[in-house]
């Protein structure tokens, strides 16, 4: 945009879409001190009897062309409008009379951004007609991925993406990509030309992108064809390079989700993939994680860390950041409303300074309140430029959040409500900011006072259900209010000494079934010979695929004999609890089925279901006082597979859930090594 002044005229005016619009906000924001902080919010307009001032000429060209702060709060249209981001999320589009969004496909799975392979070629509806478009592993076609080499594939894969253009003649972007997790085929063509590429997945996957940006160069010159590099496909092919016309997500998994508080440049695999894209002039836009996915309230400190990583990006040649601060729609996750402000601001322009911007939201968005929130904010930077080195990776960050750090934090959010009084929308914003370190403070338990606890509890449902902060915990599953309620409030009364457990033994016997024979030749046999199976343990966080198993993805058998004590027999409330499987779980006992946890017995999601702990009554499958044996036949089709926390016999405690109770035995074990 531009804005000039001369013979006393002023001149607001900028690039053919939203460029003069944009230079009428810039105006109004920067040169006469308007804000428009928050989308569910009145916008702060500073009220003057005259409005006389001095615009400052300038003009502005952005370094970044996508510019997307993605929080729910922040997928507006408007706000978007008046803020200069860009977002191709559906909420955040912005009207063609207004100069338009980066448009993907809004009426497809994902608004049609990543993950599309199954959006192209559905396997419910190409996978028994055509078994050879899909992956093959071990030997046998899966519905995981495409098999990319296939000739017939790649024709209807384009012929579709052509059809689906002609037809939606607005779309500017047009997304090929892998589905979630691996799985990918292992057919002797695709594995050779991923080993001729360098051993990347990326060899088969732009080939085909490859062919789609070709087919559509001609006749639809302004759409872009985007895929991921992601995963297995992070590092680009030693040869192929991608058309003029090919976007890259390029994702920064290898670093945020193990090193969230750590420069991108201290890890040396995801800025090295970085740095190879960038040498080959890929178009790329990254695909960043400026968050906890399974603590979604917990107060992140890495503010400090995050813009001096998107200035390395754009040092190396990113011409597009999304920080994907939250992957469903919900509200209340970390000072959102802060965050994607200031990094909106930011990607329009990187100089801009991260506290300042910070002390420009708090004050000028909580007015009265703002001096201990601007406290509160102070303290959290602190954290985030002092972390010492073994805290700074994982979730191991947390223990900065001691009761005594929890306590000076709620202190300052009582503060400012009681600034807010009188101000019903005031207290509003600060309510809905104080529900992460409410978050925090629920977790630490009534410490005491159950009363207090219980109508904090109370006060907190009663504001995330207002402001629908509904994913409180893990982004990556369905809503979790409902189930933290009832965790936090079952919590507080239960009894640990009223609990009794007993530990199955945590080494298994395993054995994968490509071939899905074991049910026929009765793997779940109290008789069958498993001496040769694998031996894997379900005591290390982590599934097959780290225990000898890579990459494979099917069905996966468990055995184990285990005794039962006469103790047992006749327990009170007596429970087989599992903390996790990954993912369909079917579980006999003495060669009789006794439980299903699967998708079609609980209705959830691959993405859900992996981490659901689960029980159920074993009393009439066990043989008190005998040796006894259990089986389990898992499929597993995104990654990592199988059985990988502890299993526990537990009894007595009436009020106690899955949710609670590892909870419950991690106090109880860690009472007894006191002991």
Request: contains cysteine; proline residues 6%.
């Amino acid at each position: 945009y531009g804005i000039a002044v001369k013979d006393g005229n002023l001149y607001l005016f900028g690039g053919k879409r939203r460029g003069p619009i944009y230079a009428v906000y810039a105006l109004l924001e920067e040169d006469l001190g308007c804000r428009w902080y928050a989308s569910a919010f009145s916008p702060t307009i500073p009220h003057r009897p005259t409005l006389k001032f001095r615009p400052v000429p300038r003009t502005f060209v952005p370094i970044l062309h996508r510019r997307d702060p993605a929080y729910a709060c922040a997928w507006s249209g408007t706000w978007s409008l008046r803020n200069r981001t860009s977002s191709p999320r559906r909420g955040a589009q912005i009207p063609l009379e207004w100069g338009g969004s980066p448009q993907y496909g809004l009426d497809l799975p994902n608004y049609g951004m990543c993950h599309t392979y199954n959006t192209w070629v559905p396997p419910g509806q190409y996978f028994d007609t055509h078994p050879e478009w899909f992956a093959e592993i071990n030997g046998k076609r899966q519905r995981t991925q495409l098999c990319l080499t296939n000739k017939e594939l790649q024709q209807f894969v384009v012929k579709r993406v052509v059809e689906y253009l002609d037809e939606h003649p607005n779309v500017r972007f047009l997304d090929f990509s892998p589905n979630d997790g691996r799985g990918y085929c292992e057919c002797a063509k695709c594995k050779a030309l991923n080993e001729a590429e360098g051993g990347t997945q990326m060899g088969t996957l732009l080939t085909v992108v490859n062919m789609i940006a070709d087919a559509i160069a001609e006749k639809h010159p302004d759409v872009k064809v985007s895929t991921l590099a992601y995963l297995d496909t992070v590092v680009p092919p030693k040869t192929i390079r991608p058309r003029d016309n090919v976007v890259f997500w390029l994702c920064t998994d290898r670093h945020a989700w193990g090193n969230l508080f750590k420069f991108v440049w201290e890890t040396e695999e995801f800025q090295g993939a970085l740095k190879s894209w960038e040498a080959i002039g890929a178009n790329m836009i990254i695909w960043d994680y400026p968050i906890h996915y399974q603590k979604y309230m917990n107060p992140l400190p890495n503010m400090p860390i995050v813009t001096e990583n998107m200035r390395f990006y754009v040092q190396h040649g990113a011409r597009g950041i999304m920080q994907q601060g939250a992957h469903n729609v919900t509200n209340g996750v970390d000072r959102e409303l802060l965050r994607a402000w200031v990094w909106g601001k930011q990607m329009w322009d990187l100089s801009r300074d991260t506290q300042e911007l910070m002390r420009d939201f708090t004050y000028g968005f909580y007015g009265a309140a703002a001096g201990p929130l601007q406290e509160y904010n102070e303290m959290l930077w602190r954290v985030g430029t002092t972390l010492p080195e073994e805290l700074r990776t994982g979730k191991k960050y947390q223990a900065f959040l001691t009761e005594e750090w929890v306590d000076r934090a709620w202190g300052l959010f009582e503060q400012a409500e009681q600034l807010a009084q009188g101000d019903e929308e005031l207290t509003r914003r600060v309510q809905l900011a104080k529900l992460s370190i409410t978050y925090v403070r629920a977790e630490l338990g009534p410490r005491g006072d159950l009363d207090g606890y219980l109508a904090m509890l109370d006060e907190f449902e009663t504001v995330a259900r207002r402001e629908h902060a509904v994913y409180v915990e893990n982004g990556l599953r369905g809503p979790s209010l409902d189930d933290k309620l009832e965790y936090w409030r079952k919590m507080a009364v239960v009894d640990p000494d009223k609990l009794s457990f007993r530990e199955l033994g945590n080494i298994w016997k395993f054995q994968p079934d490509p071939n899905e024979v074991g049910i026929d030749e009765k793997w779940y046999a109290e008789g069958f010979d498993d001496s040769e199976w694998a031996d894997v343990r379900n005591d290390t966080g982590n599934g097959w695929e780290s225990q000898g198993f890579p990459g494979y993805v099917g069905y996966g058998w468990y055995r184990q004999k285990f005794h039962v004590p006469e103790e047992l027999k006749g327990a009170a409330n007596l429970r087989l609890y599992f903390g996790a499987v990954d993912e369909d779980c079917e579980i006999w006992i003495n060669g009789q089925k006794a439980f299903d946890h699967t998708h079609a017995s609980t209705g959830l999601r691959a993405s859900q279901i992996w981490d659901t702990p689960f029980w159920f009554d074993p009393a009439e499958f066990i043989k008190p006082g005998e040796e006894n044996v259990i089986a389990l036949r898992i499929l597993n089709t995104m990654g990592m597979g199988g059985i990988w926390k502890p299993v526990y016999f537990v009894w007595g405690e009436t009020e106690a859930s899955p949710l609670i109770i590892e909870e419950l035995i991690g106090q109880k074990k860690e009472l007894a090594e006191k002991n």
